[in-house]
């Protein structure tokens, strides 16, 4: 199975910051990635696909990157509504989905 | 509007079993497939499987093969996810979440159903 690592695990920063999280597939998924949002209590929500594709309605601030085995996901102004965990998943070519551990970015 | 509406909390004992629904609107069931997903206490999302709404096909993964159950109602557009032989390590919010076709993610998301192993 592929397993997917995330650095940092929590990332405190202030608003107005740029924001860097990293996803590492276990062996190449290509372009097969995606990232959301969560916040307590709540369902995650979709914020990229396809590695860099913007999900409908997504702020522009959020942007993805990246293919094979490392991808990014970059927040280029923090905004206090950003707040959260996020975390990146991946589909294989088992027909397999994978989520990687999160990334909790908290108040500086 | 696209909503998949999930059925309420549910408290268990160990070695029951659970079903929890995920009714769905505002787009055509039989056309997606629908992942069920779930979250411990304080922890990461674990993907659990699909089911094929058009032809009833399912996808589990490994750790739940034996144990899960999906199943769909094309009648009702309502998909069904069924965990047997619940352990106090089942205890989690089970979210149902539709695939946006041809990219692999999960657009639309249940709220979530807390399901309580305890005895």
């Known amino acids: 199975d592929i397993q997917m690592t995330q650095s940092p695990s929590t990332l405190s920063a202030s608003v107005g910051d740029r924001v860097t999280i990293t996803c590492r597939a276990s062996q190449s998924i290509g372009r097969w990635l995606a990232w959301y949002q969560q916040k307590p209590g709540k369902a995650p929500k979709l914020l990229i696909y396809?590695?860099?594709s913007l999900q409908s309605g997504v702020p522009s601030r959020f942007s993805g990157s990246g293919s094979g085995t490392d991808f990014t996901l970059t927040i280029s102004s923090l905004q206090p509504d950003d707040f959260a965990t996020y975390y990146c998943?991946?589909?294989?070519?088992?027909?397999?989905?994978?989520f990687g551990p999160g990334t909790k970015v908290d108040i500086k | 509007q696209v909503q998949l509406v999930q059925s309420g909390a549910e408290v268990k004992k160990p070695g029951a079993s659970v079903k929890v629904a995920c009714k769905t609107s505002g787009y055509t069931f039989s056309d997606y497939y629908i992942h069920w997903v779930r979250q411990a206490p304080g922890q990461g999302l674990e993907w659990m499987g699909w089911?094929?709404?058009?032809?009833?096909?399912?996808n589990y993964a490994e750790k739940f093969q034996g144990r899960v159950t999906m199943t769909r109602d094309t009648s009702t557009n309502t998909a069904y996810m069924e965990l047997s032989r619940l352990r106090s390590d089942d205890t989690a919010v089970y979210y149902c979440?539709?695939?946006?076709?041809?990219?692999?993610?999960?657009?639309?998301w249940g709220q979530g159903t807390l399901v309580t192993v305890a005895s």
């Open positions: 979440a539709k695939i946006l076709t041809g990219y692999y993610s999960f657009d639309y």
């Open positions: 089911i094929n709404c058009k032809n009833g096909g399912t």
């Open positions: 998943q991946q589909f294989d070519s088992y027909s397999l989905f994978t």
């Open positions: 396809w590695a860099s």
